[in-house]
C-alpha cells in the first residue's frame, strides 16, 4: 500500500482532531500527511473540529476557552506542532466571510499545506488572492463539471463511489479519495485515485 493521508490525524488510542492524533501521524512513517478540519469560534479562534456541535455547544457560539476542556487545539497549535515535518490538509469548515484572517495566520506558516474546502468561493479566494495550494472537495459529478475550469483546483476530493465518474479529469488533476476505512476498500478503489484520505490503522 502507498503512504496515505491520515484523516483527522492517527486515531491509535486517540481522539479526532487533536494534538495527541496529529502527533502520532506525523510520527508513524506509513502516512505521508494528515488531514485536520477547522471552524472558528464566538472569539474568531481558528480550532480543529469537525463537528458544528461538541457535546451540546455550536462551536462558531462558543469561546475557545469554554472548548479547551474537549482537547480542541487551535490551528496555530497544530502548525508549531507539525513545523513543516509532514505536509497538511486543513479543510475549511466553517468558511464564510474568514478566509482573510486565516490567511493571516497561515502566511506565518512556512510548511507545506492545502487548503481544502466543499465552498468554492473559499478555494477561489485563496487560488486567487494567495495563490495557495489548494483542494475542491465535492460529491456531485454534475456541480464539479460547472465550476472546475473556474477553481483550477491543484487536486480534487471525493467520496469513494464518485471516484468513477470523474476518471476524465485525472489527466488534468490530482484526484484523492475519501474516506477508506479498511484495507479492503483499499484494494478496491485503489487504481481512482493518486492518493486517499483514510482511517486505516496499520
Not at 471552524?39 to 461538541?54: L, N
Not at 476542556?69 to 487551535?74: A, F, H, I, L, S
Not at 483499499?186 to 481512482?192: A, N, P, R, S, T
Request: glycine share 4%; charged share 25%; proline share 2%.
Amino acid at each position: 500500500m502507498i503512504k496515505l493521508i491520515a484523516h483527522r490525524g492517527l486515531k491509535k488510542d486517540a481522539k479526532e482532531n487533536t494534538l495527541e492524533a496529529f502527533k502520532k501521524a506525523i510520527d508513524d512513517s506509513n502516512y505521508v500527511g494528515f488531514e485536520c478540519d477547522i471552524r472558528t469560534t464566538k472569539d474568531h479562534v481558528f480550532v480543529c473540529v469537525h463537528d458544528p456541535i461538541i457535546e451540546g455547544k455550536i462551536v462558531s457560539l462558543t469561546t475557545y476557552q469554554e472548548l479547551k476542556r474537549y482537547q480542541v487545539p487551535t490551528l496555530e497549535e497544530v502548525l508549531n506542532l507539525v513545523n513543516n515535518k509532514v505536509p497538511i490538509i486543513i479543510d475549511v469548515k466553517h468558511s464564510k466571510g474568514i478566509e482573510k484572517r486565516l490567511a493571516h495566520i497561515l502566511d506565518k506558516y512556512n510548511g507545506t499545506f492545502f487548503i481544502q474546502s466543499f465552498n468554492p468561493y473559499t478555494i477561489l479566494w485563496f487560488k486567487n488572492k494567495k495563490k495557495y495550494l489548494t483542494g475542491l472537495l465535492t460529491y456531485n459529478f454534475f456541480q464539479l463539471k460547472s465550476i472546475l475550469f473556474i477553481l483550477r483546483p491543484n487536486y480534487i476530493a471525493t467520496n469513494l463511489t464518485n471516484l468513477i465518474n470523474i476518471q476524465k479529469y485525472r489527466k488534468q488533476y490530482i484526484v484523492l479519495g475519501y474516506t477508506i476505512k479498511t484495507k479492503k476498500e483499499y484494494h478496491i478503489y485503489k487504481d481512482y485515485a493518486d492518493n486517499f484520505i483514510c482511517d486505516i490503522q496499520r
